[in-house]
C-alpha cells in the first residue's frame, strides 16, 4: 500500500518559471512532511520540510504548500533555474518511520 | 567525518554470490537507517537502528537481507545468495533526531550478472 503519492513523474519548465510538485497521504498519523532532493549519483538531501500545523513554509525560492483537510502538500520552486533539474521526493514519517513519494525528474531548460 | 560514507561506491557481483555493504554514520547521530533504490524508482525502507533498541527490520523483502550495527557505529548490510532483481543502489542515512531529518551517503550501487 503506497502512502505517499507524488505526482508528476516528470516534469519541464523554462528558466524562470515556476516548478509545482504535489504529492498526497493517506495516514493521518503523519506529522512531519521533508522534501529531499537528489542529484544524480548522489544520495537525497533535505530542501525544505514543514509540519501539518502550518499551511505554508518559504525558504528562498522554495515553498511547501500543506492542506490538512485534503491530505495534501505541494513544492513550488519559484524563478526555476538550470541547477535546479534534479529528482524531487516528497515524504511523510510518524515516529522513526520515514516514507517516500515515487520522486518527480525536473528538467529546467535554460 | 563530515557525512555519511558509504562503501563500495560499486559493487559487481555474480549471482548466487553474498555481497557486504558498510555505511559509516555521522558521528553522534543514534539512528541509522537503509534504503533500496531501484533504477528511476523512489527510496524503498528496509532497515532502522536506533542506538542499542531492537532493529526495526519490516522492509527486508526477504530473508537473504539482514543488517547489523554496534551501538553507534558502522553497519553492514549483508545480502546472501544475491540475485537479478537485487541490483539497486543501496542508500544508508543517519539521523539525530527524528526520521524527517535524514543525511544520505551517496549510495552503494550494486549490479547482479
Known amino acids: 500500500q503506497q502512502q505517499v503519492k507524488q505526482s508528476p513523474q516528470s516534469l519541464i519548465v523554462q528558466k524562470g518559471g515556476i516548478s509545482i510538485i504535489n504529492c498526497a497521504y493517506e495516514n493521518t498519523a503523519f506529522d512531519y512532511f521533508p522534501w529531499y532532493q537528489q542529484f544524480p549519483g548522489k544520495g537525497p538531501a533535505l530542501l525544505i520540510a514543514i509540519r501539518p500545523d502550518v499551511s505554508e513554509k518559504k525558504e528562498g525560492r522554495f515553498t511547501i504548500s500543506f492542506n490538512k483537510s485534503a491530505k495534501q502538500f505541494s513544492l513550488h520552486i519559484m524563478d526555476s533555474q538550470p541547477g535546479d533539474s534534479a529528482t524531487y521526493f516528497c515524504a511523510a514519517s510518524r515516529g522513526s518511520r520515514l516514507t517516500f513519494g515515487e520522486g518527480t525528474q525536473l528538467t529546467v531548460n535554460p | ?113
Not at chain 2, 48 to 75: C, H, I, M, W
Open chain 2, 1 to 113: 567525518g563530515a557525512g555519511v560514507s558509504q562503501s563500495p561506491s560499486n559493487k559487481v557481483t555474480e549471482k548466487g554470490k553474498d555481497v557486504e555493504l558498510r555505511c559509516d554514520p555521522i558521528s553522534g547521530h543514534t539512528a541509522l537507517y537503509w534504503y533500496r533504490q531501484r533504477l528511476g524508482q523512489g527510496l524503498e525502507f528496509l532497515i532502522y537502528f536506533q542506538g542499542n533498541s531492537a532493529p526495526d527490520k519490516s522492509g527486508l523483502p526477504s530473508d537473504r537481507f539482514s543488517a547489523e550495527r554496534t551501538g553507534e557505529s558502522v553497519s553492514t548490510l549483508t545480502i546472501q545468495r544475491t540475485q537479478q532483481e537485487d541490483s539497486a543502489v543501496y542508500l544508508c542515512a543517519s539521523s539525530r533526531y527524528r526520521a524527517g531529518e535524514l543525511f544520505f551517503g551517496e549510495g552503494s550501487r550494486l549490479t547482479v550478472l
